[in-house]
């Protein structure tokens, strides 16, 4: 039993943000690295199949290396081995041509990303992946149940709270949603070992057209007609209370 | 971040007599225990909050003459020129951070104990004074009335050489010259009693003879009390402040405009407890409605939005504050660059006026751990250096405020990995629940601030749902561990008054819950009555009392104590406090301790009762606030039965435990003893704490010579 699980540092804004000058990306000096939110529990997923299945779990990345510490944020939770693609591009597309390429050597019975990244916010790096690999893909996954071979049951979030169950082809490519599971945190003698482990770096084989080109990127001007109310807090709740009768009337 | 332009308002300067504040931030006169005899102590105190923006820094009451000795409380002296060699240094590095100094000239007449100095004061009239025990004043004849406006003027000369630019004439809290302005003080039938006018006339008089002597040089401010809450004996706005406002505006650079007397001046510096932050504003609004001069006045301001507020609807001219710039010294600055989720904002628990009222020690803190430490320990609220350590990662168990706040400091100090772990699902400890107290809801920001900061922090991370074990602590990968688990309150009835358990006290009875049972697990009690016995003295007993009276019940609060809360004297909310109760109808059995307790009932006796004879009080429920143990559980096993071999085998050099996890304590104290562990986790030995700077004076040989020969020669010749 393999499981990849593919997935991504992103860089968070903090209160304030300055443009590069280029204005085609966010200055680094205003961005944190993590690991994106979506991941740790698609990787957390894979390490309880682990311990139900046995076997393997491999974490993959696209990114420079400094995208390593979130690799080894997974690596401290417990993954076996961490693989780095170097040279893609950013798009959705390019990450998934580069993934495709380290997932097919994996032979993985399973391949787990998380929904979307908390950056980007596209949603489109698994599907792309799928398609790529040419593996049945299933999006959104609340809940697996998965024996090791053959299909898997997964449950998928919908809109207003309903649930797909659906049955899935193995080899797959699954979408994990937050709140599938509550993420292991990793102690420092965990955190220490896993810095300990050796990254395998590869390079991304290039070519492919992009999903997008950037063209810019800014903070969108700020809007007209925002009321300010005044008064005491009773005064407010009954201004309050009007506005939403209008706007529902 | 820049500053907020709605904010501009409160950096623009301000003319006051024939000096200019460069901003509207004031720290008003406080206390902090230095006085005129600790003089670096002051110094570096007052100076840091210019360093933090304040434009204009004051001294606490500054005693004009040992007739106005306040021992043993602890105000600053200005009597001669020793005093002003001391306080020269405050006025010194003020104005080398770009600040106006402010000395409170302060005489207290009745109020003032003098202890040490064993003089008497004089004052209007001879009542003994409704603050303190036992101390009676001359009454002022019509050359003592001149020896006192004399003690002002020559006091007013010597702040000047000192350096001070401001000078005040200070009547507020019920001192001499808002005593003769009031009737409660002053029952003289002569030309400085009686009208409005007579009334008056001391502070008048006074306030001309020190412009003449020193206002060209200083700004002179009156600080007056606008209402007493005396009724008609007391100070009243409209018939007695108003109108002195409207006599002695042309003499006034600047007004300071507060509340109360001194017998409830916890009307004036109020706790959060019974009111919101600007409650003194109409107050202060009425006096600027008048005045041609500046108004400056205290409302607990932490929000600048209110202080922009106050400023900009005509209300006020300055924002004074006291308890603020003692939490954030920074206060100005934060809000100049827009860093307002960095302000470490006052939680009006007033721990700090409370070691005033104890009379002696230096003030604390609880929100700044660095209050009162910034010359004798050296510590710098907003600076720290890296730990020589720092290569080392560190395990806090536990994160109430002990633990988030060593944990923060730990993270400013550039350790590689501070891992704050909690076996609850967030940050806090006990308090979490205790702002869902009665009225302590702003207790809330000791944990918000320090949340926010350890986010910021990149290198400390927290992990909430993880109960630690011993064994878990051995392997977790730290090589400074430090135990931060807190403590409970007992559950047997173990207390300080009898250094024994109950008979049948048992918190795990449905009947019998502890404060951490109630607020923390939910615990409900049935029935209608439930006697709430408490023996620790601070606000968690009363408060218990408030809460479940408040729900309906019966509440007897019963304490082998005088009064209850008596700590609560302290920190000026006691008189409110008392009303609460009372209004809530909650019965006061004082001097009495359980015996035993059964279901429906609690046998008590009276302390002083030599025959013990027994009392019982039917009771549905019993509270028990009795003490508090610590939760050294882990601690106790990660050293006796893992031991220090071991732990360093598996890489931990260091185990330590902080705040209540070592004995329970105020959570100030708790504050500060995770702050202080994280400044010198590179000391020697961490768990012993780093000598602080006593300013005392040092025998030498010379010394030794000189007082020994002026011994000598006071008797030379004398007969035995």
């Known amino acids: 039993m393999r499981t990849v699980v593919c997935i991504k540092q992103v860089l968070q804004l903090g209160d304030e943000v300055e443009f590069t000058d280029d204005g085609l ?54 993954a076996d081995r961490a693989i780095r693609v170097e040279g893609a591009g950013r798009d959705p597309f390019s990450v998934a041509r580069a993934l495709a390429g380290v997932v097919r050597g994996e032979s993985a019975d399973l391949v787990l990303c998380g929904v979307q990244s908390s950056d980007a916010v596209q949603a489109a790096t698994g599907t792309a992946l799928a398609e ?17 071979a053959g299909t898997a049951v997964v449950d998928r979030e919908l809109e207003g709270g309903l649930i ?86 | 971040m820049a500053r907020d332009p709605k904010h501009d308002i409160l950096f623009e300067p301000i003319q006051i007599g024939p000096k200019v504040m460069k901003n509207r931030f004031y720290q ?51 009597w001669d020129d020793g005093d002003i060699k001391n306080l020269s240094l405050m006025c010194d590095m003020l104005h080398e951070r770009d600040a106006l100094a402010a000395c409170e000239l302060w005489y207290g007449g009745p109020h003032a104990p003098n202890m040490e100095s064993r003089c008497v004061a004089r004052g209007p009239s001879q009542i003994p004074s409704d603050f ?31 350096g001070f630019d401001i000078v005040y004439v200070y009547g507020s809290h019920s001192y001499l010259p808002q005593q003769f302005l009031t009737p409660f003080y002053n029952h003289r039938t002569d030309e400085y009693g009686g009208s409005f006018e007579n009334r008056a006339r001391f502070w008048r008089e006074t306030i001309e003879m020190v412009k003449e002597a020193v206002g060209d040089d200083c700004a002179i401010c ?119 989720d960095d302000i470490r904002e006052c939680i009006g628990c007033n721990v700090c006026i409370s070691r005033w009222e104890i009379g002696g020690p230096p003030l604390i803190c609880t929100q700044n751990a660095t209050a009162g430490e910034e010359y004798r320990r050296g510590w710098h609220p907003e600076r720290f ?3 020589a350590n720092a290569d080392n990662d560190v395990l806090v168990v536990g994160s109430g405020p002990a633990g988030m706040e060593c944990a923060m400091v730990l993270g400013k100090r550039g350790m590689r990995r501070v891992h704050l772990v909690e076996a609850q699902d967030d940050m806090g400890g006990t308090m979490r629940w205790i702002p869902e107290l ?135 909310e006691a008189p409110n406090q008392h009303r609460r109760l009372h209004k809530l109808g909650v019965e006061i059995v004082p001097y009495h301790l359980p015996s035993r307790v059964e279901e429906g009932m609690v046998v008590a006796t009276h302390i002083y009762d030599e025959d013990g004879h027994e009392k019982s009080f039917a009771a549905d429920g019993v509270v028990w606030v009795a003490q508090r143990r610590s939760n050294e559980a882990l601690f106790r096993e990660l050293k006796d039965s893992i031991g220090l071999e071991q732990l360093k085998a598996e890489g931990v050099d260091a185990l330590y435990r902080i705040g209540d996890c070592e004995a329970p304590r105020l959570t100030a104290d708790a504050v500060f003893s995770g702050h202080r562990l994280a400044r010198e986790i590179d000391s020697a030995d961490p768990s012993i704490p780093l000598p602080f700077k006593r300013e005392r004076r040092m025998v030498d040989a010379e010394s030794v010579t000189r007082e020994k020969a002026e011994y000598e020669a006071m008797y030379a010749g004398a007969s035995s």
Not at chain 2, 139 to 151: C, P
């Open chain 1, 25 to 78: 990306d966010v200055d680094p000096e205003y961005l944190d690295p993590a690991l994106n939110e979506w991941d740790s529990f698609a990787t957390e997923e894979a390490l309880q199949l682990r311990e139900r299945l046995g076997g393997e779990v491999v974490v993959v990345t696209c990114g420079p290396k400094q995208s390593e510490a979130a690799l080894r944020r997974c690596l401290a939770m417990g």
């Open chain 1, 132 to 148: 790529l690999l040419d593996l049945p893909r299933a999006a959104v996954i609340t809940r697996l149940d998965y024996s090791g």
């Open chain 1, 164 to 249: 797909d169950r659906v049955e899935v082809e193995t080899p797959a490519v699954l979408t994990i949603q937050t709140g599938i599971n509550e993420p292991r945190y990793a102690n420092l003698r965990a955190i220490k070992q896993a810095e300990q482990v050796e990254i395998d770096v590869r390079s991304a084989a290039g070519g492919g057209t992009p999903a997008y080109r950037i063209r810019k990127m800014f903070v969108p001007e700020r809007g007209e007609g925002a009321e300010m109310i005044d008064g005491s807090p009773a005064e407010i709740a009954a201004r309050i209370a009007s506005i939403v009768k209008e706007r529902l009337a």
């Open chain 2, 222 to 340: 009156v600080r007056m009390s606008t209402d007493m809450f005396l009724g008609e004996a007391g100070t009243q706005l409209k018939r007695d402040c108003l109108p002195f406002v409207e006599l002695v505006d042309h003499l006034v650079d600047v007004w300071d405009i507060n509340l109360s007397g001194i017998a409830e001046w916890g009307e004036d510096a109020t706790p959060s407890r019974f009111y919101p932050q600007g409650r003194a504003l109409p107050w202060q609004a009425a006096v600027k409605a008048i005045s041609k001069k500046p108004v400056l006045g205290v409302g607990r301001w932490t929000n600048p939005d209110m202080m922009a507020e106050a400023i900009n609807e005509g209300k006020l001219d300055i924002i004074a504050t006291c308890r603020p710039s003692t939490s954030d010294p920074f206060l100005p600055k934060k809000i100049d660059e827009g860093r307002l």
């Open chain 2, 28 to 78: 008003v006169p406080h206390c902090n225990g230095f006085g005129s005899e600790k003089p670096f102590s002051q110094a570096y105190f007052r100076a840091l909050k210019a360093e933090g923006g304040f434009a204009g820094v004051a001294t606490e009451y500054c005693s004009i003459s040992p007739e106005s000795d306040d021992t043993h409380r602890m105000s600053a002296r200005i």
């Open chain 2, 385 to 387: 250096t890296k730990a």
């Open chain 2, 438 to 572: 009665p009225g302590l809801g702003e207790w809330a920001r000791i944990v918000n601030y320090r949340k926010i900061q350890l986010d910021k922090l990149k290198n400390v991370e927290f992990i909430p749902n993880m109960k630690l074990s011993a064994k878990d602590v051995a392997e977790y990968g730290a090589e400074i561990v430090i135990v931060a688990t807190g403590s409970y309150w007992s559950t047997d009835g173990l207390n300080g008054a009898s250094h024994a358990t109950i008979d049948g006290a048992d918190a795990s009875l449905a009947w019998q819950a502890t404060p951490d049972q109630i607020m923390g697990e939910g615990k409900e009690l049935a029935g209608d009555s439930v006697v709430v016995f408490d023996n620790d003295g601070y606000y968690t007993g009363v408060s218990m009392a408030e809460k479940l009276a408040m729900e309906g019940k019966k509440v007897t609060l019963m304490t082998p104590l005088g009064t209850v809360g008596p700590y609560m004297h302290f920190t000026l």
């Open chain 2, 132 to 162: 303190e025990f036992l101390t009676y004043a001359i009454e002022a004849d019509k050359d003592d009335i001149r020896y006192l406006q004399n003690l002002y003027v020559e006091a007013a000369k010597r702040a000047r050489t000192a």
